[in-house]
């Protein structure tokens, strides 16, 4: 798969089991984990499908100030957690059909994925501890 870099935006040639191996960019040489994910539908199905890891889904729009206010946390969340859990963003606007497919009524939503299946869901945005417990339920399989 395709991953785009969330530091410098190059694509990097990743197969999927590399993911919790601590993948780093091959232009930038930084971890490819560190930052949140901008992904696209294709990107998002196949993360979360196949990922070893639980993925973390950031639904947001850019006009929306919550999901602005929101976002240095959660990109907080993705360094702190860095190759335990994967960080995406998905824009809603960007990305309407999946939006839909998933029923995202308001944003930010949050939603945790393993294994092809969301575990969980959450709208607003969640202060730190609350992302927090939010994180750990996902890489704890809960």
């Not at 785009?4 to 089991?17: V, W, Y």
């Not at 560190?34 to 639904?59: H, K, N, R, Y």
Request: glycine letters at 4%; a positive charge.
């Amino acid at each position: 798969m395709r991953i785009p870099c969330p530091h410098c935006n190059k694509l990097n040639q990743l197969a999927i089991e590399r993911l919790a191996s601590q993948p780093i960019c091959g232009a930038c040489k930084k971890d490819l984990l560190s930052a949140p994910l901008e992904v696209d539908e294709q990107l998002f199905g196949e993360l979360t499908a196949q990922s070893p890891l639980p993925v973390i889904a950031d639904f947001w729009a850019s006009w929306c100030g919550p999901c602005k206010m929101f976002a240095p946390t959660f990109q907080a969340s993705a360094l702190k957690h860095t190759n335990e859990a994967l960080h995406v963003k998905i824009n809603t606007e960007e990305n309407q059909a999946l939006s839909q497919r998933l029923s995202i009524r308001s944003i930010p939503t949050l939603a945790a994925y393993s294994k092809g299946k969301e575990l969980t869901r959450v709208s607003g945005a969640l202060p730190a501890p609350s992302l927090e417990q939010f994180v750990q339920r996902a890489i704890q399989g809960v």
